[in-house]
């Protein structure tokens, strides 16, 4: 086998006469399918791939689970090495070598090695550099104890320090690597805190389906230390402490990091290379400013495929797809599909929990000016009669004017995955709600219902397009207590388990021949009704509108109300003994 996978090479070496030289900065996603993809199209291309790191080609997103013991050997996470990337592909892989300048005009990069330094010319350049961990100005932040993970190092380390004893942890940054990492720490017995400065966990989310994630990490064992930063951390000899905003003071034998990322682009945004708050800008098919050079991944800019907001997308996915692409482009100018904007799609486990998210949020949408429709639902994931059902919960946003969907989350035990997987599909095609109705998806009793959760946030999102359905939302809790009549449709068992203060109870069962008293208790005002799961509501509302009242159904009903009002829960709904039936 050549050295050349493995020894610096602190010099510039001769190109095969008549060969393409791709240079590739970067390896891990994007990088390595590029590479990949440019060797599978051009056998004779030198393909060189610079990696500053120790390893070119690992599973990062595993990281978390070599820190919890579900992946035992770090050595799995390490999905290709240089020496079988050059038996497979013929690829030239040089780990330990960092690129600190780019010379556009000359076409080449200057490369920094152990052994030296040296300037490698290239016909075509892609930047794959990735991101960083986002440092943020925390005072004690150069403690020993604080840790990222972003490496498989980093993951070895973390992982070594709970082997040696560390019992108290605190995670600062409650997205997705940060509940990742709460939780793999939980599994190994670690008593966790997260630290997250927006109001919620899994700030993405819609904060009605985070409060479900909360609620599972406290079952775990973690702490949640939502709405408030973290201001310092005081090294000591045995621990350090955490000292959030409010004064809380948190004993911490390790710390994680994770508030976020940042593109490593310092380098090429010297090199004139146009960036956009420090991230590269590309065109549809990842080419750069800077002629014969292209970029993917973490570190450039991307359009959002909903919402045309411009981020950077630091996902697995998007940069693998880009890459095989970007070397489309370089080797098949002609016939290279553009790369399509992300939608983000996202899936984390919590606990017994998983929760996912594609397209566009409401603050995604509020921040694009986008007019819109929201959906609450409550499906099993498969057919009740079946053992082992469980509820999902979905919320699916829509263009207000057209339905076209625009975005959708889940929480649930079972077929979240799924389901969104299907509405990411429908955003990317471009469907309407009521296309939902029409998806012919498999169905038998262990694996979902004849009418699918899709298929009924198309009936529903359809309703409601159409008129047939008026719905109300748990964020207009005050203002409906103020101008309307609550009507609570739930039999009287649930009607007792918690109900809102002033609401009229009649069982949906029992309201047409009821009409009066609900005329009576309304006394012209609007009826605004709720069940458990919006979906008596909705058979109530039908019933009153054609009776003359003005009525609106809850969206997504008692579930999604209990989880909006959160902890205030339990002081917002009153909660008398049980009535009997």
């Known amino acids: 086998m050549s050295s050349a996978?493995?020894?610096?090479?602190?010099?510039?070496?001769a190109r095969p006469e008549g060969a393409t030289r791709i240079v590739i900065v970067g390896g891990v996603a994007g990088g390595m399918s590029c590479a990949?993809?440019?060797?599978?199209?051009?056998?004779?291309?030198?393909?060189?791939?610079?990696?500053?790191?120790?390893?070119?080609?690992f599973a990062n997103c595993g990281l978390p689970y070599h820190v919890g013991d579900e992946i035992h050997d770090a050595d799995r996470l390490l999905v290709q090495t240089p020496q079988s990337l050059r038996a497979a592909l013929d690829l030239d892989v040089r780990t330990g070598h960092e690129v600190t300048a780019v010379d556009v005009e000359r076409q080449s990069v200057r490369v920094q090695t152990s052994e030296g330094a040296?300037?490698?010319?290239?016909?075509?350049?892609?930047?794959?550099?990735?991101?960083?961990?986002?440092?943020?100005?925390?005072?004690g932040l150069d403690s020993p104890r604080v840790r990222t993970l972003r490496t498989v190092e980093d993951a070895v380390a973390l992982r070594g320090l709970v082997d040696d004893g560390a019992r108290r942890a605190v995670v600062l940054g409650a997205g997705f690597i940060g509940l990742e990492a709460a939780e793999a720490l939980a599994h190994r017995g670690v008593d966790v805190t997260i630290v997250e400065l927006a109001a919620h966990v899994l700030p993405p989310l819609e904060h009605e389906l985070a409060h479900l994630v909360t609620q599972e990490l406290r079952s775990l064992g973690v702490t949640v230390r939502a709405g408030v930063s973290a201001t310092a951390i005081e090294p000591g000899d045995d621990q350090d402490v955490v000292v959030l905003a409010d004064g809380t003071r948190i004993d911490a034998d390790l710390v994680v990091l994770s508030v976020g990322v940042r593109p490593n682009t310092e380098v090429f945004e010297a090199s004139g290379i146009e960036c956009e708050r420090g991230a590269i800008v590309v065109d549809e098919h990842g080419r750069t400013s800077a002629?014969?050079?292209?970029?993917?991944?973490?570190?450039?800019?991307?359009t959002d495929a909903v919402t045309g907001l411009r981020r950077p997308v630091p996902l697995a996915g998007p940069a693998n797809r880009a890459g095989r692409l970007v070397a489309d482009d370089i080797l098949r100018p002609g016939t290279a599909r553009a790369i399509p904007t992300?939608?983000?799609?996202?899936?984390?486990?919590?606990?017994?929990?998983?929760?996912a998210t594609t397209g566009a949020n409401r603050a995604a949408l509020a921040l694009a000016g986008r007019a819109f429709r929201t959906l609450h639902l409550h499906p099993l994931q498969h057919a009740g009669y079946f053992p082992g059902a469980s509820q999902m919960h979905l919320v699916v946003h829509v263009d207000a004017d057209s339905g076209l969907v625009l975005g959708a989350q889940g929480v649930g035990h079972d077929g979240v995955?799924?389901?969104?997987?299907?509405?990411?599909t429908a955003i990317r095609s471009h469907l309407h709600i009521g296309d939902l109705i029409d998806l012919d998806l498999a169905y038998s009793p262990p694996y979902g219902q004849a009418k699918?959760?899709?298929?009924?946030?198309?009936?529903?999102?359809?309703?409601?397009?159409?008129?047939?359905?008026?719905?109300?939302?748990?964020?207009?809790?005050?203002?409906?207590r103020q101008e309307a009549l609550l009507l609570d449709t739930r039999t009287a068992q649930e009607y007792a388990t918690g109900h809102l203060p002033g609401s009229l109870h009649i069982p949906h069962t029992e309201l047409r021949g009821r009409l009066d008293e609900v005329r009576e208790a309304a006394q012209g005002r609007p009826v605004r009704v709720l069940c458990a799961s919006g979906v008596r509501s909705a058979i109530a509302h039908r019933v009153l509108t054609q009776a003359g009242f003005d009525s609106a159904s809850l969206s997504g009903g008692m579930l999604t109300l209990r989880a909006a009002l959160g902890d205030r829960a339990g002081r917002a709904l009153v909660t008398p003994e049980l009535v009997p039936a």
Request: charged fraction near 25%; charge should be negative.
């Open 417 to 424: 995955d799924k389901r969104i997987d299907v509405l990411a």
């Open 5 to 13: 996978a493995t020894t610096p090479k602190p010099r510039e070496q």
């Open 291 to 302: 002629d014969k050079v292209w970029a993917v991944g973490d570190a450039v800019v991307s």
């Open 452 to 480: 699918d959760a899709v298929n009924l946030a198309g009936m529903v999102g359809s309703n409601v397009m159409d008129g047939t359905l008026r719905l109300w939302y748990a964020e207009d809790l005050d203002q409906v």
């Open 36 to 57: 990949a993809r440019a060797r599978r199209l051009d056998e004779s291309a030198e393909i060189v791939v610079l990696e500053r790191g120790a390893h070119v080609s």
């Open 118 to 139: 040296f300037d490698l010319g290239y016909d075509a350049l892609v930047l794959a550099p990735g991101a960083r961990a986002t440092r943020p100005p925390i005072e």
């Open 342 to 355: 992300p939608l983000g799609t996202a899936i984390v486990r919590v606990g017994a929990l998983t929760a």
